[in-house]
């Protein structure tokens, strides 16, 4: 029984902390961006289902703690079209049921009558604090854990390796991957790993000279914090070791933008593989493998901590900290995507009636709703199935019945 507890503790309040403080960090970037703009507010939850706790401020809003922490919401008031944008007549007729209740003027407090950038500023601030959220998450890991301080100038070429194949040679200096600036071998093995077999533009400096080195990538298959197995880019390089040094508050902030921008673009790159077929679909991951990584993660963690005599404390949040920046950048991205339902879905129909000059017809959004619900429950689905898959769950069940 003990041991049961202990591992519903490891894996499942990790995962429901991380999981509730990204989505709730997401609902209030709508929330705090629409009471500046002004507008009426039903209700705003903290996870869903029955309210455990809810109260009314001042404004008539209700704050409302649910008992299902999985995430939370916004809901605007008068919200009840299935796609949150009423058409021409559907608005035509909500301003006439609202002057009628409320009086003339009324209607300015609505979402659908705000000025449309007000309305596109409103949708974006949800990415957006998910955006802001792995900045914050990531300065405050390198203000408590110091940033990596290590040279990018290679201390041996493993033979037959892509790096020995593009010509490296020990002893030179890696300054460029492509675009990106390198300064540390951290910031090498990061835009590698996630580039496997892709030729990669390397400047290198040696003897006084800058060389352009062009290397691909092999793939190798390492262990998964989701679960099986996970492709990864591997150059053959290695470098001396690095250390990590204390930094202070400005600098830990500058580092946490580059490394949420470094992610950003990185897993915008790996989605445009995936959808290309450059990567395979399996690496997709659900809700199922966010919380076995989280798990896993927090177990190793412990177990780390017990092996070195330190405090599980601080070996946890070294892990949970980066995974939930990482999670937060992921979902900011993900909501951005041009798919009814999602942010970035809300963001395609302003963008008609910013050109139409009025939104799209009611039974197109309802379609558009249904098409998205249907693709993402889908891909979902898939990726839970995937997730399924690394925990040999079907293996388990069908060892039942052989």
Same mark, same amino acid.
């Given at each position: 029984?003990?041991?049961?507890?202990?591992?519903?503790?490891?894996?499942?309040?990790?995962?429901?902390?991380?999981? #509730?403080?990204?989505?709730?960090?997401?609902?209030?970037?709508?929330?705090?961006?629409?009471?500046?703009?002004?507008?009426?507010?039903?209700?705003?939850?903290?996870?869903?289902?029955?309210?455990?706790?809810?109260?009314?401020?001042?404004?008539?809003?209700?704050?409302?703690?649910?008992?299902?922490?999985?995430?939370?919401?916004?809901?605007?008031?008068?919200?009840?079209?299935?796609?949150?944008?009423?058409?021409?007549?559907?608005?035509?007729?909500?301003?006439?049921?609202?002057?009628?209740?409320?009086?003339?003027?009324?209607?300015?407090?609505?979402?659908?009558?705000?000025?449309?950038?007000?309305?596109?500023?409103?949708?974006?601030?949800?990415?957006?604090?998910?955006?802001?959220?792995?900045?914050?998450?990531?300065?405050?890991?390198?203000?408590?854990?110091?940033?990596?301080?290590?040279?990018?100038?290679?201390?041996?070429?493993?033979?037959?390796?892509?790096?020995? &194949?593009?010509?490296?040679?020990?002893?030179?200096?890696?300054?460029?991957?492509?675009?990106?600036?390198?300064?540390?071998?951290?910031?090498?093995?990061?835009?590698?790993?996630?580039?496997?077999?892709?030729?990669?533009?390397?400047?290198?400096?040696?003897?006084? &000279?800058?060389?352009?080195?062009?290397?691909?990538?092999?793939?190798?298959?390492?262990?998964?914090?989701?679960?099986?197995?996970?492709?990864?880019?591997?150059?053959?390089?290695?470098? &001396?070791?690095?250390?990590?040094?204390?930094?202070?508050?400005? &600098?830990?902030?500058?580092?946490?933008?580059?490394?949420?921008?470094?992610?950003?673009?990185?897993?915008?790159?790996?989605?445009?593989?995936?959808?290309?077929?450059?990567?395979?679909?399996?690496?997709?991951?659900?809700?199922?493998?966010?919380?076995?990584?989280?798990?896993?993660?927090?177990?190793?963690?412990?177990?780390?901590?017990?092996?070195?005599?330190? #405090?599980?404390?601080?070996?946890?949040?070294?892990?949970?900290?980066?995974?939930?920046?990482?999670?937060?950048?992921?979902?900011?991205?993900?909501?951005?995507?041009?798919?009814?339902?999602?942010?970035?879905?809300?963001?395609?129909?302003?963008?008609?009636?910013?050109?139409?000059?009025?939104?799209?017809?009611?039974?197109?959004?309802?379609?558009?709703?249904?098409?998205?619900?249907?693709?993402?429950?889908?891909?979902?689905?898939?990726?839970?199935?995937?997730?399924?898959?690394?925990?040999?769950?079907?293996?388990?069940?069908?060892?039942?019945?052989?």
């Amino acid at each position: 029984m003990m041991a049961f507890l202990q591992s519903a503790v490891v894996y499942v309040a990790p995962f429901l902390l991380v999981i #509730s403080l990204i989505v709730t960090i997401h609902e209030l970037g709508h929330l705090l961006t629409a009471k500046a703009f002004g507008v009426a507010i039903d209700c705003f939850s903290i996870g869903f289902g029955r309210a455990l706790v809810s109260w009314r401020d001042r404004s008539g809003m209700e704050w409302r703690i649910a008992w299902i922490p999985l995430g939370g919401y916004v809901r605007f008031a008068g919200d009840e079209n299935v796609a949150s944008v009423p058409d021409h007549n559907n608005l035509d007729a909500m301003r006439r049921a609202i002057v009628a209740r409320e009086g003339v003027g009324a209607e300015r407090k609505y979402l659908p009558f705000k000025p449309l950038w007000q309305r596109v500023a409103i949708v974006l601030a949800g990415p957006a604090a998910n955006f802001v959220l792995g900045v914050v998450l990531f300065a405050a890991f390198f203000m408590a854990f110091g940033e990596p301080v290590s040279t990018s100038r290679v201390s041996e070429v493993i033979p037959a390796g892509a790096a020995a &194949r593009a010509g490296f040679h020990a002893g030179d200096l890696v300054v460029r991957a492509d675009s990106k600036p390198i300064r540390t071998f951290e910031d090498l093995q990061f835009y590698v790993q996630y580039r496997g077999g892709v030729p990669i533009d390397f400047a290198v400096q040696r003897d006084g &000279r800058l060389l352009h080195l062009v290397a691909r990538p092999d793939t190798r298959q390492v262990d998964s914090a989701f679960g099986g197995k996970q492709d990864v880019g591997v150059l053959g390089l290695a470098a &001396r070791g690095g250390r990590q040094a204390a930094v202070n508050p400005v &600098r830990a902030l500058q580092l946490g933008v580059e490394k949420t921008w470094d992610v950003t673009t990185t897993t915008v790159f790996y989605l445009g593989r995936m959808v290309t077929g450059q990567v395979g679909a399996d690496q997709m991951h659900s809700i199922v493998g966010i919380g076995v990584a989280t798990g896993s993660l927090t177990q190793q963690a412990v177990d780390q901590a017990k092996v070195a005599g330190v #405090s599980w404390v601080v070996t946890v949040a070294y892990v949970l900290i980066q995974l939930a920046a990482l999670i937060s950048v992921s979902m900011g991205i993900l909501n951005l995507m041009p798919i009814p339902v999602l942010d970035g879905g809300h963001l395609l129909a302003f963008a008609y009636e910013a050109i139409a000059k009025r939104p799209p017809a009611a039974a197109v959004q309802a379609a558009g709703y249904r098409a998205g619900l249907a693709l993402l429950v889908g891909l979902m689905l898939f990726a839970t199935w995937n997730d399924l898959g690394r925990q040999k769950v079907f293996h388990f069940f069908g060892s039942l019945f052989s």
